[in-house]
Protein backbone atom coordinates (compact mmCIF):
# COMPACT_ATOMS: atom_id res chain seq x y z
CA UNK A 1 0.00 0.00 0.00
CA UNK A 2 2.43 2.90 1.33
CA UNK A 3 4.83 1.80 -2.01
CA UNK A 4 2.26 1.53 -4.31
CA UNK A 5 1.35 5.39 -3.08
CA UNK A 6 4.73 6.68 -3.23
CA UNK A 7 4.28 5.37 -7.04
CA UNK A 8 1.24 7.17 -7.92
CA UNK A 9 3.21 10.37 -6.15
CA UNK A 10 6.08 9.84 -8.35
CA UNK A 11 3.06 9.72 -10.98
CA UNK A 12 1.81 13.20 -10.06
CA UNK A 13 5.22 14.65 -9.88
CA UNK A 14 5.98 13.99 -13.97
CA UNK A 15 2.85 15.24 -14.66
CA UNK A 16 3.70 18.26 -12.45
CA UNK A 17 6.93 18.77 -13.88
CA UNK A 18 5.42 18.30 -17.46
CA UNK A 19 2.70 21.09 -16.83
CA UNK A 20 4.32 23.56 -14.23
CA UNK A 21 7.87 23.68 -14.62
CA UNK A 22 7.70 26.23 -17.50
CA UNK A 23 4.48 28.54 -16.79
CA UNK A 24 4.93 32.44 -16.74
CA UNK A 25 4.32 32.36 -12.98
CA UNK A 26 6.95 29.64 -12.29
CA UNK A 27 9.48 31.24 -14.00
CA UNK A 28 8.56 34.65 -12.64
CA UNK A 29 8.03 33.70 -9.12
CA UNK A 30 10.42 31.36 -9.41
CA UNK A 31 13.77 32.29 -10.92
CA UNK A 32 13.38 36.06 -11.99
CA UNK A 33 12.17 37.58 -8.87
CA UNK A 34 14.37 36.12 -6.96
CA UNK A 35 17.46 37.35 -9.05
CA UNK A 36 16.32 41.19 -8.86
CA UNK A 37 15.55 40.77 -5.08
CA UNK A 38 19.10 39.40 -4.52
CA UNK A 39 20.45 41.95 -7.27
CA UNK A 40 18.48 44.98 -5.40
CA UNK A 41 19.81 44.30 -2.32
CA UNK A 42 23.41 42.33 -3.00
CA UNK A 43 24.90 44.91 -5.43
CA UNK A 44 26.48 47.99 -4.37
CA UNK A 45 27.40 46.70 -0.83
CA UNK A 46 30.89 46.17 -1.38
CA UNK A 47 30.58 42.17 -0.69
CA UNK A 48 32.89 39.45 -2.42
CA UNK A 49 31.16 36.99 -3.96
CA UNK A 50 32.19 34.65 -1.05
CA UNK A 51 29.84 36.96 1.25
CA UNK A 52 27.24 36.96 -1.28
CA UNK A 53 27.00 33.39 -2.29
CA UNK A 54 25.51 31.42 0.71
CA UNK A 55 22.68 34.03 0.20
CA UNK A 56 22.22 33.62 -3.61
CA UNK A 57 22.34 29.78 -2.61
CA UNK A 58 19.54 30.12 -0.24
CA UNK A 59 17.08 32.88 -2.41
CA UNK A 60 17.36 30.52 -5.09
CA UNK A 61 16.19 27.33 -3.45
CA UNK A 62 13.83 28.84 -1.13
CA UNK A 63 12.19 31.08 -3.86
CA UNK A 64 11.91 28.41 -6.84
CA UNK A 65 11.02 25.21 -4.51
CA UNK A 66 8.50 27.43 -2.88
CA UNK A 67 7.28 28.75 -6.76
CA UNK A 68 5.37 26.19 -8.02
CA UNK A 69 3.33 24.01 -5.47
CA UNK A 70 0.89 26.81 -4.65
CA UNK A 71 0.25 27.39 -7.91
CA UNK A 72 -0.85 23.67 -8.61
CA UNK A 73 -4.09 23.14 -6.43
CA UNK A 74 -5.25 26.44 -7.61
CA UNK A 75 -5.00 25.82 -11.03
CA UNK A 76 -6.35 22.46 -11.29
CA UNK A 77 -9.18 23.43 -9.34
CA UNK A 78 -9.79 26.01 -12.15
CA UNK A 79 -9.49 23.41 -14.99
CA UNK A 80 -10.64 20.47 -12.61
CA UNK A 81 -8.49 18.58 -13.16
CA UNK A 82 -8.56 17.99 -9.46
CA UNK A 83 -11.61 16.14 -9.34
CA UNK A 84 -10.00 13.65 -11.63
CA UNK A 85 -7.23 13.39 -9.22
CA UNK A 86 -9.27 12.77 -6.24
CA UNK A 87 -11.53 10.81 -7.91
CA UNK A 88 -8.51 8.38 -8.46
CA UNK A 89 -7.60 5.36 -5.95
CA UNK A 90 -5.11 7.97 -4.67
CA UNK A 91 -4.71 9.23 -1.10
CA UNK A 92 -4.75 13.05 -0.92
CA UNK A 93 -1.60 13.02 1.13
CA UNK A 94 -0.27 10.97 -1.77
CA UNK A 95 -1.27 14.22 -4.37
CA UNK A 96 0.49 17.04 -2.19
CA UNK A 97 3.70 14.22 -1.88
CA UNK A 98 3.80 14.58 -5.82
CA UNK A 99 3.14 18.12 -5.96
CA UNK A 100 5.89 18.69 -3.26
CA UNK A 101 8.23 16.28 -4.69
CA UNK A 102 8.01 18.01 -8.20
CA UNK A 103 8.60 21.20 -6.26
CA UNK A 104 11.34 19.83 -4.56
CA UNK A 105 13.13 18.67 -7.84
CA UNK A 106 12.42 22.03 -9.35
CA UNK A 107 14.29 23.78 -6.42
CA UNK A 108 16.98 21.94 -6.50
CA UNK A 109 17.97 21.84 -10.43
CA UNK A 110 17.97 25.58 -9.81
CA UNK A 111 19.87 25.77 -6.82
CA UNK A 112 22.95 24.48 -9.15
CA UNK A 113 22.92 27.81 -11.22
CA UNK A 114 24.15 29.93 -7.68
CA UNK A 115 27.09 26.89 -6.86
CA UNK A 116 27.90 26.81 -10.45
CA UNK A 117 28.70 30.62 -10.40
CA UNK A 118 30.68 30.13 -7.37
CA UNK A 119 32.62 27.50 -8.82
CA UNK A 120 33.61 29.75 -11.67
CA UNK A 121 34.04 32.62 -9.35
CA UNK A 122 36.82 30.45 -7.63
CA UNK A 123 34.46 29.32 -4.64
CA UNK A 124 33.83 25.97 -3.96
CA UNK A 125 31.41 24.35 -1.64
CA UNK A 126 34.12 22.34 1.06
CA UNK A 127 31.65 20.28 3.05
CA UNK A 128 29.62 18.98 0.29
CA UNK A 129 28.59 15.86 2.69
CA UNK A 130 26.70 18.67 4.92
CA UNK A 131 25.48 21.27 2.05
CA UNK A 132 23.86 18.23 -0.35
CA UNK A 133 21.62 16.71 2.36
CA UNK A 134 20.81 20.18 3.58
CA UNK A 135 19.66 21.25 0.38
CA UNK A 136 17.62 17.95 -0.08
CA UNK A 137 16.24 18.78 3.47
CA UNK A 138 15.42 22.25 2.74
CA UNK A 139 13.77 22.07 -0.45
CA UNK A 140 11.82 19.61 0.93
CA UNK A 141 10.67 21.78 3.76
CA UNK A 142 10.47 25.14 1.29
CA UNK A 143 7.69 22.76 -1.25
CA UNK A 144 6.25 21.49 2.12
CA UNK A 145 5.77 25.38 3.00
CA UNK A 146 4.65 26.17 -0.66
CA UNK A 147 2.09 24.01 -0.31
CA UNK A 148 0.98 24.82 2.91
CA UNK A 149 0.53 28.07 1.16
CA UNK A 150 -2.06 26.39 -1.25
CA UNK A 151 -4.42 25.47 1.15
CA UNK A 152 -6.75 28.33 0.95
CA UNK A 153 -9.70 27.16 -1.08
CA UNK A 154 -9.22 29.66 -4.19
CA UNK A 155 -9.27 28.82 -7.50
CA UNK A 156 -7.08 31.47 -8.32
CA UNK A 157 -3.54 31.05 -8.98
CA UNK A 158 -2.94 34.62 -8.40
CA UNK A 159 -4.74 34.92 -4.77
CA UNK A 160 -2.00 31.99 -3.90
CA UNK A 161 0.85 33.94 -5.04
CA UNK A 162 -0.09 37.02 -2.92
CA UNK A 163 -0.42 35.11 -0.10
CA UNK A 164 2.71 33.25 -0.41
CA UNK A 165 4.63 36.70 -1.29
CA UNK A 166 3.63 38.01 1.37
CA UNK A 167 4.77 34.81 3.90
CA UNK A 168 8.42 35.20 1.52
CA UNK A 169 9.37 38.20 1.69
CA UNK A 170 9.31 38.86 5.45
CA UNK A 171 11.10 35.29 5.73
CA UNK A 172 14.15 36.30 3.30
CA UNK A 173 14.57 39.46 5.23
CA UNK A 174 14.84 37.77 9.06
CA UNK A 175 16.78 34.57 7.97
CA UNK A 176 20.40 36.08 7.94
CA UNK A 177 20.63 35.89 3.99
CA UNK A 178 21.68 39.97 3.37
CA UNK A 179 23.35 39.85 6.74
CA UNK A 180 24.81 37.31 8.96
CA UNK A 181 22.57 36.30 12.24
CA UNK A 182 25.69 37.33 14.32
CA UNK A 183 25.45 40.55 13.20
CA UNK A 184 21.43 41.43 13.74
CA UNK A 185 19.96 42.49 16.92
CA UNK A 186 18.97 40.49 19.36
CA UNK A 187 15.58 40.97 18.85
CA UNK A 188 15.81 40.36 14.65
CA UNK A 189 17.47 37.27 15.70
CA UNK A 190 14.36 36.62 17.81
CA UNK A 191 12.38 36.71 15.13
CA UNK A 192 14.75 34.98 13.08
CA UNK A 193 14.60 31.53 14.86
CA UNK A 194 11.17 31.35 13.54
CA UNK A 195 12.03 30.77 9.96
CA UNK A 196 13.36 27.57 8.58
CA UNK A 197 15.13 29.65 5.73
CA UNK A 198 17.20 30.72 8.91
CA UNK A 199 18.69 26.83 9.47
CA UNK A 200 19.51 26.43 5.78
CA UNK A 201 21.45 29.64 5.29
CA UNK A 202 23.51 28.77 8.00
CA UNK A 203 23.75 25.06 6.67
CA UNK A 204 25.22 26.94 3.87
CA UNK A 205 27.75 29.02 5.35
CA UNK A 206 29.04 26.38 7.31
CA UNK A 207 29.20 24.72 4.03
CA UNK A 208 31.24 27.24 2.10
CA UNK A 209 33.67 28.92 4.65
CA UNK A 210 32.31 27.30 8.17
CA UNK A 211 30.56 30.83 9.30
CA UNK A 212 27.89 29.24 10.69
CA UNK A 213 25.70 30.20 13.31
CA UNK A 214 24.41 27.84 15.06
CA UNK A 215 25.54 23.98 15.45
CA UNK A 216 25.28 22.09 12.00
CA UNK A 217 22.90 19.15 14.37
CA UNK A 218 20.35 22.44 15.27
CA UNK A 219 20.34 23.37 11.81
CA UNK A 220 19.12 19.80 10.15
CA UNK A 221 17.04 19.28 13.34
CA UNK A 222 15.03 22.63 12.88
CA UNK A 223 14.93 22.00 9.49
CA UNK A 224 13.08 18.30 9.87
CA UNK A 225 10.85 19.69 12.52
CA UNK A 226 9.67 22.40 10.09
CA UNK A 227 9.75 20.41 7.04
CA UNK A 228 7.49 17.52 9.26
CA UNK A 229 4.86 20.87 10.29
CA UNK A 230 4.52 21.70 6.95
CA UNK A 231 3.89 18.41 5.61
CA UNK A 232 1.21 17.27 8.29
CA UNK A 233 -0.51 20.61 8.16
CA UNK A 234 -0.75 20.83 4.57
CA UNK A 235 -1.96 17.56 4.33
CA UNK A 236 -4.29 18.04 7.09
CA UNK A 237 -6.05 21.14 5.78
CA UNK A 238 -5.69 19.91 1.67
CA UNK A 239 -7.98 17.16 3.14
CA UNK A 240 -10.24 19.13 4.41
CA UNK A 241 -10.57 21.49 2.13
CA UNK A 242 -9.96 19.55 -1.43
CA UNK A 243 -13.96 18.92 -1.60
CA UNK A 244 -14.69 22.80 -1.10
CA UNK A 245 -12.49 23.25 -3.66
CA UNK A 246 -14.62 20.80 -6.14
CA UNK B 1 -27.10 -11.23 -7.49
CA UNK B 2 -24.68 -8.33 -6.15
CA UNK B 3 -25.35 -4.94 -6.34
CA UNK B 4 -22.65 -2.63 -8.24
CA UNK B 5 -24.01 0.20 -5.63
CA UNK B 6 -26.01 0.24 -2.92
CA UNK B 7 -27.45 3.27 -1.35
CA UNK B 8 -28.78 3.90 2.26
CA UNK B 9 -30.06 6.56 3.89
CA UNK B 10 -28.05 8.87 2.33
CA UNK B 11 -27.69 12.59 3.66
CA UNK B 12 -25.54 15.50 2.54
CA UNK B 13 -25.82 18.60 4.55
CA UNK B 14 -24.27 21.87 3.47
CA UNK B 15 -24.61 24.27 6.80
CA UNK B 16 -28.35 24.02 7.31
CA UNK B 17 -29.29 22.85 3.72
CA UNK B 18 -29.85 19.36 3.20
CA UNK B 19 -28.34 19.00 -0.77
CA UNK B 20 -28.89 15.18 -0.21
CA UNK B 21 -32.26 13.87 2.16
CA UNK B 22 -32.10 10.50 3.28
CA UNK B 23 -32.26 8.94 -0.24
CA UNK B 24 -31.74 4.64 -0.44
CA UNK B 25 -31.48 2.77 -4.12
CA UNK B 26 -29.75 0.19 -5.44
CA UNK B 27 -28.16 -0.33 -8.79
CA UNK B 28 -27.81 -3.87 -10.39
CA UNK B 29 -24.71 -5.56 -11.72
CA UNK B 30 -24.46 -5.01 -15.38
CA UNK B 31 -27.61 -2.43 -15.17
CA UNK B 32 -28.00 0.66 -17.09
CA UNK B 33 -29.10 3.13 -14.66
CA UNK B 34 -30.18 6.90 -14.98
CA UNK B 35 -30.26 9.52 -12.21
CA UNK B 36 -32.64 12.60 -13.16
CA UNK B 37 -33.53 15.46 -11.65
CA UNK B 38 -33.65 19.39 -11.79
CA UNK B 39 -30.69 21.72 -11.27
CA UNK B 40 -29.97 22.08 -7.73
CA UNK B 41 -31.28 18.84 -6.92
CA UNK B 42 -28.74 17.22 -5.83
CA UNK B 43 -27.14 15.20 -8.46
CA UNK B 44 -24.24 16.03 -8.79
CA UNK B 45 -23.24 15.95 -4.93
CA UNK B 46 -25.02 12.01 -5.03
CA UNK B 47 -22.76 11.19 -8.23
CA UNK B 48 -19.65 12.99 -6.04
CA UNK B 49 -20.75 10.97 -3.11
CA UNK B 50 -20.81 7.58 -4.88
CA UNK B 51 -17.15 8.11 -6.35
CA UNK B 52 -15.52 8.98 -3.38
CA UNK B 53 -14.86 12.58 -4.31
CA UNK B 54 -16.73 13.87 -0.94
CA UNK B 55 -17.98 12.07 2.13
CA UNK B 56 -21.83 11.70 2.99
CA UNK B 57 -22.60 13.49 6.62
CA UNK B 58 -24.66 9.94 6.99
CA UNK B 59 -25.67 6.80 5.78
CA UNK B 60 -23.69 4.34 3.59
CA UNK B 61 -22.38 3.67 0.01
CA UNK B 62 -21.16 0.15 -1.06
CA UNK B 63 -19.77 -0.60 -4.70
CA UNK B 64 -19.67 -3.79 -5.45
CA UNK B 65 -19.68 -4.19 -1.65
CA UNK B 66 -16.98 -2.16 -1.08
CA UNK B 67 -18.20 0.40 1.84
CA UNK B 68 -17.13 4.00 0.16
CA UNK B 69 -16.69 5.67 3.39
CA UNK B 70 -14.06 2.63 5.00
CA UNK B 71 -12.61 1.45 1.63
CA UNK B 72 -12.45 4.81 -0.70
CA UNK B 73 -9.30 3.27 -2.62
CA UNK B 74 -10.45 -0.33 -3.57
CA UNK B 75 -13.72 1.39 -4.19
CA UNK B 76 -12.43 3.87 -6.80
CA UNK B 77 -10.66 1.02 -8.36
CA UNK B 78 -13.68 -0.66 -9.72
CA UNK B 79 -15.09 2.49 -11.44
CA UNK B 80 -14.51 5.08 -14.19
CA UNK B 81 -15.79 8.63 -13.83
CA UNK B 82 -16.79 10.66 -16.95
CA UNK B 83 -17.60 14.59 -15.66
CA UNK B 84 -19.52 17.13 -17.75
CA UNK B 85 -16.65 19.19 -18.71
CA UNK B 86 -14.08 17.35 -19.91
CA UNK B 87 -10.82 17.33 -17.33
CA UNK B 88 -8.04 16.18 -19.21
CA UNK B 89 -5.32 18.45 -18.73
CA UNK B 90 -4.99 20.64 -21.51
CA UNK B 91 -1.40 21.22 -21.94
CA UNK B 92 -0.76 17.44 -22.24
CA UNK B 93 -1.24 15.25 -25.33
CA UNK B 94 -3.89 13.20 -25.73
CA UNK B 95 -1.13 10.28 -24.96
CA UNK B 96 0.54 11.52 -22.12
CA UNK B 97 -3.07 11.56 -20.68
CA UNK B 98 -3.94 8.10 -21.35
CA UNK B 99 -0.36 7.32 -19.75
CA UNK B 100 -0.79 9.38 -16.61
CA UNK B 101 -4.45 8.36 -15.97
CA UNK B 102 -2.83 4.64 -16.29
CA UNK B 103 -0.24 5.18 -14.23
CA UNK B 104 -2.59 6.27 -11.38
CA UNK B 105 -4.51 3.28 -11.77
CA UNK B 106 -1.24 1.03 -11.27
CA UNK B 107 -1.32 -0.30 -14.69
CA UNK B 108 1.67 -1.73 -16.09
CA UNK B 109 3.54 -0.33 -19.33
CA UNK B 110 3.11 -2.86 -21.64
CA UNK B 111 -0.79 -3.41 -21.05
CA UNK B 112 -1.12 0.43 -20.76
CA UNK B 113 0.27 1.12 -24.06
CA UNK B 114 -1.50 -1.96 -25.71
CA UNK B 115 -4.99 -0.86 -24.49
CA UNK B 116 -3.92 2.97 -24.65
CA UNK B 117 -3.65 2.28 -28.57
CA UNK B 118 -6.99 -0.11 -28.87
CA UNK B 119 -8.98 2.76 -27.32
CA UNK B 120 -7.82 5.80 -29.11
CA UNK B 121 -8.50 3.66 -32.19
CA UNK B 122 -11.89 2.83 -31.29
CA UNK B 123 -12.89 6.10 -30.77
CA UNK B 124 -11.03 7.91 -33.32
CA UNK B 125 -8.30 9.49 -31.97
CA UNK B 126 -5.33 7.73 -32.43
CA UNK B 127 -4.31 9.66 -35.26
CA UNK B 128 -4.38 12.85 -33.03
CA UNK B 129 -2.95 11.13 -29.91
CA UNK B 130 0.08 13.26 -29.92
CA UNK B 131 -1.83 16.77 -30.19
CA UNK B 132 -1.99 18.68 -26.95
CA UNK B 133 -5.97 18.20 -25.81
CA UNK B 134 -6.35 21.97 -25.37
CA UNK B 135 -6.28 21.70 -29.94
CA UNK B 136 -8.88 18.77 -29.67
CA UNK B 137 -13.40 19.73 -30.50
CA UNK B 138 -15.34 19.37 -27.33
CA UNK B 139 -16.70 15.94 -28.95
CA UNK B 140 -12.72 15.03 -29.22
CA UNK B 141 -12.22 16.13 -25.07
CA UNK B 142 -15.32 14.18 -24.39
CA UNK B 143 -14.13 10.78 -26.19
CA UNK B 144 -10.94 11.58 -24.74
CA UNK B 145 -11.95 11.12 -20.96
CA UNK B 146 -14.32 8.23 -21.68
CA UNK B 147 -11.08 6.61 -23.36
CA UNK B 148 -9.35 7.74 -19.86
CA UNK B 149 -12.38 6.48 -18.06
CA UNK B 150 -12.01 2.65 -19.08
CA UNK B 151 -8.63 2.16 -18.84
CA UNK B 152 -8.88 0.62 -15.73
CA UNK B 153 -11.34 -1.47 -17.06
CA UNK B 154 -14.31 -0.09 -14.61
CA UNK B 155 -17.04 -2.90 -13.16
CA UNK B 156 -18.97 0.83 -12.76
CA UNK B 157 -18.80 3.65 -15.05
CA UNK B 158 -20.41 7.15 -13.94
CA UNK B 159 -21.60 9.32 -16.29
CA UNK B 160 -21.93 13.16 -15.69
CA UNK B 161 -24.16 14.53 -18.58
CA UNK B 162 -21.38 12.92 -21.29
CA UNK B 163 -22.97 14.17 -24.77
CA UNK B 164 -24.17 17.62 -23.44
CA UNK B 165 -23.36 20.24 -25.65
CA UNK B 166 -22.33 18.07 -28.37
CA UNK B 167 -22.74 18.00 -31.86
CA UNK B 168 -25.22 14.74 -33.09
CA UNK B 169 -22.69 12.72 -35.11
CA UNK B 170 -20.08 12.88 -31.20
CA UNK B 171 -23.68 12.33 -29.35
CA UNK B 172 -24.60 9.28 -31.82
CA UNK B 173 -21.24 7.92 -31.42
CA UNK B 174 -20.77 8.32 -27.87
CA UNK B 175 -23.94 6.61 -26.98
CA UNK B 176 -23.44 3.61 -29.15
CA UNK B 177 -20.10 3.31 -27.17
CA UNK B 178 -21.71 3.23 -23.61
CA UNK B 179 -24.41 0.91 -25.04
CA UNK B 180 -21.48 -1.27 -25.70
CA UNK B 181 -19.34 -0.64 -22.80
CA UNK B 182 -22.77 -1.89 -20.94
CA UNK B 183 -23.52 -4.53 -23.49
CA UNK B 184 -20.03 -6.05 -22.05
CA UNK B 185 -21.21 -6.04 -18.53
CA UNK B 186 -20.35 -2.69 -17.18
CA UNK B 187 -22.78 -0.93 -14.94
CA UNK B 188 -23.41 2.02 -16.20
CA UNK B 189 -24.62 5.07 -14.15
CA UNK B 190 -26.11 8.28 -16.22
CA UNK B 191 -27.15 11.13 -15.16
CA UNK B 192 -28.53 13.46 -18.18
CA UNK B 193 -31.21 16.23 -18.32
CA UNK B 194 -31.51 14.91 -21.96
CA UNK B 195 -35.20 12.68 -21.21
CA UNK B 196 -35.26 11.03 -24.48
CA UNK B 197 -31.53 9.67 -24.26
CA UNK B 198 -32.46 8.15 -20.59
CA UNK B 199 -35.66 6.83 -22.24
CA UNK B 200 -33.81 5.47 -24.85
CA UNK B 201 -30.87 3.97 -22.89
CA UNK B 202 -31.80 3.28 -19.22
CA UNK B 203 -33.11 0.44 -17.65
CA UNK B 204 -34.65 1.77 -14.49
CA UNK B 205 -34.42 5.17 -13.25
CA UNK B 206 -34.26 7.31 -10.00
CA UNK B 207 -35.99 11.12 -10.51
CA UNK B 208 -34.31 12.80 -7.76
CA UNK B 209 -36.22 16.09 -6.87
CA UNK B 210 -34.71 18.73 -3.56
CA UNK B 211 -32.65 16.00 -2.21
CA UNK B 212 -35.24 13.52 -2.09
CA UNK B 213 -35.98 10.65 -4.42
CA UNK B 214 -39.18 11.27 -6.21
CA UNK B 215 -39.69 7.83 -8.18
CA UNK B 216 -37.87 4.70 -9.43
CA UNK B 217 -38.80 2.95 -11.90
CA UNK B 218 -38.11 1.46 -15.59
CA UNK B 219 -38.61 4.68 -18.07
CA UNK B 220 -42.00 2.67 -19.49
CA UNK B 221 -43.30 2.09 -16.30
CA UNK B 222 -42.55 5.53 -15.05
CA UNK B 223 -44.75 6.81 -18.17
CA UNK B 224 -47.41 4.67 -17.02
CA UNK B 225 -47.80 6.16 -13.47
CA UNK B 226 -49.07 9.28 -14.87
CA UNK B 227 -52.26 8.19 -15.86
CA UNK B 228 -53.85 10.97 -16.17
CA UNK B 229 -51.14 12.38 -18.76
CA UNK B 230 -52.05 9.69 -21.65
CA UNK B 231 -54.05 11.69 -24.46
CA UNK B 232 -55.59 10.93 -27.45
CA UNK B 233 -54.91 13.48 -30.96
CA UNK B 234 -58.15 13.36 -33.20
CA UNK B 235 -59.11 15.92 -36.22
CA UNK B 236 -62.41 15.83 -37.83
CA UNK B 237 -62.97 17.11 -41.03
CA UNK B 238 -64.77 20.23 -39.05
CA UNK B 239 -64.05 22.15 -36.92
CA UNK B 240 -65.52 20.92 -33.68
CA UNK B 241 -66.06 22.88 -30.17
CA UNK B 242 -63.62 21.41 -27.95
CA UNK B 243 -66.82 21.31 -25.45
CA UNK B 244 -68.83 19.26 -27.55
CA UNK B 245 -66.27 16.69 -26.68
CA UNK B 246 -65.91 17.52 -22.66
CA UNK B 247 -69.31 14.93 -22.12
CA UNK B 248 -67.76 11.84 -23.52
CA UNK B 249 -67.14 9.51 -21.19
CA UNK B 250 -63.48 9.07 -19.69
CA UNK B 251 -62.80 13.01 -20.68
CA UNK B 252 -60.34 14.49 -18.33
CA UNK B 253 -59.02 17.83 -20.11
CA UNK B 254 -58.97 18.73 -24.21
CA UNK B 255 -56.75 20.93 -25.44
CA UNK B 256 -56.94 22.64 -29.06
CA UNK B 257 -53.72 22.28 -30.70
CA UNK B 258 -53.76 23.67 -34.36
CA UNK B 259 -56.99 21.52 -36.31
CA UNK B 260 -57.05 18.81 -33.80
CA UNK B 261 -57.61 18.32 -30.33
CA UNK B 262 -56.02 16.48 -27.86
CA UNK B 263 -58.01 14.96 -25.51
CA UNK B 264 -56.90 13.69 -21.83
CA UNK B 265 -57.99 10.31 -20.72
CA UNK B 266 -57.15 7.69 -18.30
CA UNK B 267 -58.56 5.27 -20.61
CA UNK B 268 -57.50 5.98 -23.74
CA UNK B 269 -58.70 2.13 -25.32
CA UNK B 270 -62.62 3.26 -24.39
CA UNK B 271 -62.60 6.81 -25.39
CA UNK B 272 -61.91 5.58 -29.39
CA UNK B 273 -64.68 3.75 -29.65
CA UNK B 274 -66.94 6.53 -28.06
CA UNK B 275 -65.09 9.01 -30.51
CA UNK B 276 -65.74 7.02 -33.18
CA UNK B 277 -69.69 6.99 -32.00
CA UNK B 278 -69.40 10.92 -31.63
CA UNK B 279 -68.13 11.52 -34.85
CA UNK B 280 -70.81 9.00 -36.74
CA UNK B 281 -73.78 11.07 -34.43
CA UNK B 282 -72.61 14.54 -36.06
CA UNK B 283 -71.66 13.15 -39.30
CA UNK B 284 -67.91 13.73 -39.13
CA UNK B 285 -65.19 12.35 -40.50
CA UNK B 286 -61.97 11.54 -38.81
CA UNK B 287 -58.92 12.34 -40.43
CA UNK B 288 -56.66 11.65 -37.76
CA UNK B 289 -56.34 9.18 -34.75
CA UNK B 290 -53.70 8.54 -32.06
CA UNK B 291 -53.30 7.92 -28.92
CA UNK B 292 -50.16 9.36 -26.90
CA UNK B 293 -48.36 7.91 -23.92
CA UNK B 294 -46.71 10.65 -21.58
CA UNK B 295 -42.87 11.13 -22.60
CA UNK B 296 -40.32 10.95 -19.68
CA UNK B 297 -40.41 14.48 -20.01
CA UNK B 298 -44.25 14.44 -19.24
CA UNK B 299 -43.06 12.37 -16.33
CA UNK B 300 -40.38 14.04 -15.04
CA UNK B 301 -42.21 17.88 -15.04
CA UNK B 302 -45.18 16.21 -13.38
CA UNK B 303 -43.42 15.26 -10.24
CA UNK B 304 -40.68 17.64 -9.89
CA UNK B 305 -43.32 19.69 -10.18
CA UNK B 306 -45.39 18.34 -7.66
CA UNK B 307 -42.32 18.39 -5.43
CA UNK B 308 -41.76 21.79 -5.77
CA UNK B 309 -45.40 22.25 -5.11
Redesign the interface.
Known amino acids: MFL?QL??AW??C??DI??YFFKAPVLIFGILFPIFLFLAFGIGRDLSVGDLLPGMIAIALFFTSAAIVPLIAPWETR???L?????????ISTIILGDILASFLFGIIITVIPVIVGIISGISIKSLYIFIPGVLLASFCFSSLGSLMSTPPSDTPANTNMISTVIKFPLVFISGIFIPLGDIPVWGRVFSYISPLTYFTDLVRFSIDKKNYFPVGIDFLALFIFSLIFYILAVKLHQRNI?RR? | MINAIKVEQLTKKFGNINAVDNISFEVKKGEFFGFLGPNGAGKTTTIRILTGIINATSGKVSIMNHDIGRHKLEAKKLMGVIPEVSNAYMDLSGWINMMFQGELYGLHRKELYALSKELLIDFDLYSRKDQKVKFYSKGMKQRLIICMALLNRPEILFLDEPTSGLDVSSTFMIREKIRNINSGGTTIFLTTHNMEEASQMCERIVIINKGRIAAVNSPENLKLTVKKLQSIIVAFDRDMDKKSVYSLPGVKDVEKVGDKMRIFTEIPGELVFHLVDFARENDLKILTLNTLTPSLEDVFLKLTKEGNG
Not at chain 1, 83 to 91: A, D
Open positions: EKRVVKKRITKTERLVSSPILPI
